[in-house]
Each structure stands twice: as C-alpha cells, then as structure tokens.
C-alpha cells in the first residue's frame, strides 16, 4: 500500500469524480467487514489515488452498520436499505451513488481477494470488455463467450455460475443495466451477466483465485 496515497485517502475528500468506486454489499457482516474494508484500502491505494468506498447495509442488526461508521472515513460512503431489501436492491443502490469510472463489486468476505482486482482491470482499461467477472473455475473462465446463446449455456448446462464475489464494470455499463435488474435469479451474478448480453455488452471472465480454493 502507497502510504502517502492512503494518507491523502483517509483525510480528504474526493470532491472530483473517482477513477473507480467500489461497492460491498453488506447484511449482518460483523465479524468480517472491517477486515474487509481493510484489505481494499490496502489494494486500492495500491491502484490507483482517486476512488471511493461504498458499503450497502441490509438491515444489520450485529454490529455491522456501527463498525463501519465508526471508521469515519471521508471517502467510505454508507447507505443502508432496511431490512426486507435483497442482494439485487442492495447492489443497485450501491451502484446508483457510485461516482467512479469504473464500478467494482466484492464482497463483505473478501471471497475472491481484492488484490485480483488487476487482472479484471486490465480487460476493461485496454477497452477489451465492458464487463470483467472473477471466475474461479479456471477452465471456464478462460473462455470469453461470445454471444448470448453462448453465455446462457455456459452459465446454465456447465455448472458454472457468475457471482458478485468480484465484478468490473465500466460506467456506462453499469448505469443502465443496474436498473433493469429483476432480482427474480437465485445468483444476480447470472441476471447481471444475462442482461449484459441482451445489452450487447462485452463481457469477459477472468480467473482469479478464491479464498479456500
């Protein structure tokens, strides 16, 4: 982690419009959150010098909304949804207040480490994708699929499914698709990849190591 850039990070806010934002969707995460948030500011200041933390709240009742308030970061923004809200609602607020270039979604366990972050990156900065997603079975994520018909069999019949666990999106990807969600899907990493073909958006899958795997 650049300390200088940290030091920057931690005491002032950003006030420009961040190079990335990234969004944690949280529900009764006490015991991992603020491990968490660590570990993205120690990536993120790494990465890059201009970017914001969001942090969605489902209705936490063990702490969880308290840890992360206490941190009194400028550039941590925490929202809360209540209660009855879904993963799907939680990530379109999340992204719906995220000022970045590019739009990161982890999760509160830190499932696949933010320090794979690089390699979603280098699909979306070169312009090669509008959408990279960490996949962690590496056969499969070594192919990028190349059409709708192609992505819903490969999410459908190979047993492979598109988590949130790490995603990177581009701006003017993420804003209009965000909305459209349903959130009728067991996993909203296959809704989300869904509607990206239906946008016609490029979307790549880049393998990236889970935690405990």
């Known amino acids: 982690m650049s300390y200088p850039i940290y030091r920057q990070w931690k005491n002032a806010k ?12 949280a529900a009764n995460h006490a015991e991992v959150i603020v491990p968490t948030i660590g570990a993205v500011i120690s990536q993120m200041c790494d990465t890059c010098t201009y ?3 969001i942090v969605v709240d489902g209705g936490s009742t063990d702490g ?5 308030a206490e941190l009194g970061l400028p550039n941590l923004t925490l929202l809360q949804t209540g209660g ?10 999340g992204v719906r207040a995220a000022r970045g270039h590019y739009i990161l979604i982890t999760e509160p366990e830190n499932l696949a480490p933010i320090d794979e972050l690089d390699r979603l990156l280098a699909q979306v900065e070169r312009g090669t994708s509008d959408i990279a997603v960490g996949q962690k079975d590496q056969r499969q994520a070594r192919k990028n699929v190349a059409g709708k018909q192609s992505l819903l069999k490969w999410l459908r019949l190979s047993g492979c499914d598109a988590h949130t666990s790490l995603m990177l999106f581009r701006r003017e990807a993420a804003k209009p698709l965000f909305p459209k969600l349903t ?25 990236v190591r889970y935690a405990g795997v």
């Open 14 to 25: 950003i006030d420009d419009r961040p190079y990335l934002s990234v969004v944690i969707p």
């Open 51 to 53: 970017w914001e933390l």
């Open 64 to 68: 969880t909304v308290e840890f992360v």
């Open 84 to 93: 009855d809200s879904t993963l799907t609602e939680r990530l379109q607020q």
């Open 183 to 207: 959130g009728n899907h067991k996993n909203p990493g296959n809704e989300i990849c869904e509607l990206a073909y239906t946008l016609k958006y490029k979307v790549s899958c880049v393998p």
